[in-house]
């Protein structure tokens, strides 16, 4: 465990660099890549809410970093948003698949996931996602390292989820 505190409302990281946010956005942007090619072959309205719900909640970090950067202010309902917005999404994504399930052929997604070279990527994004919950119990969110750190790994994640996605296609 980080010794630094965690992000707080009164907390403006003074480190945080105009590149961190931007490399903030490659994540989200390959999440959205990966959600519409899903919603694509996943007919469902709630699909696309909560993928929708967890892209903007992505999108919105990356905002707050940008006005915590240029604006050295912490604009903390954007911060704050995040743990609450994405779980949503997230939610809203399953109980799709839940309502759906008569709809889905869960063998053909199997074998298609688990397909080579497929599996290979979704292995290393599953490693990246499981990082990523690691690291957010043990990696100070304040600290420019633990961004870099964070950042780095959901972009490298991401980018496998969606290039599993695109072999699928």
């Known amino acids: 465990m980080s010794d630094k505190p965690k992000i707080t409302k009164d907390t403006v990281p003074e480190d945080f ?4 946010a931007l490399v903030d956005a490659l994540p989200v942007l ?5 959600m519409i090619l899903t919603a694509l072959l996943f007919k ?3 699909f696309p809410a909560g993928a929708l719900a967890c892209f903007w909640a992505g ?3 990356v905002l707050w970093k940008i006005i915590v950067v240029k604006k050295k202010k912490n604009i903390w309902w954007l ?13 809203l994504m399953l109980l799709s698949v ?10 053909a997604v199997l074998a298609a ?4 070279p497929s599996v290979i990527f979704f292995s290393l994004g599953l490693i990246g996602m499981v990082l990523m919950g690691i690291f957010a119990s043990q990696l100070d969110s304040s600290d420019l390292r633990s961004n870099w750190i964070e950042q780095l ?4 994640a991401q980018a496998a989820i969606f290039i599993g996605i695109l072999l699928l296609f």
């Open 44 to 46: 469902s309205r709630l």
């Open 153 to 156: 790994t959901n972009t490298a």
């Open 30 to 34: 390959f999440f959205g890549g990966s």
């Open 79 to 91: 911060f704050l948003q995040m743990r609450i917005v994405m779980p949503v999404g997230f939610a």
């Open 17 to 20: 660099t105009l590149s961190l």
């Open 98 to 107: 839940i309502l759906n399930r008569k709809a889905i052929h869960f063998a």
């Open 59 to 61: 999108a919105a970090k």
């Open 113 to 116: 996931v688990t397909s080579l």
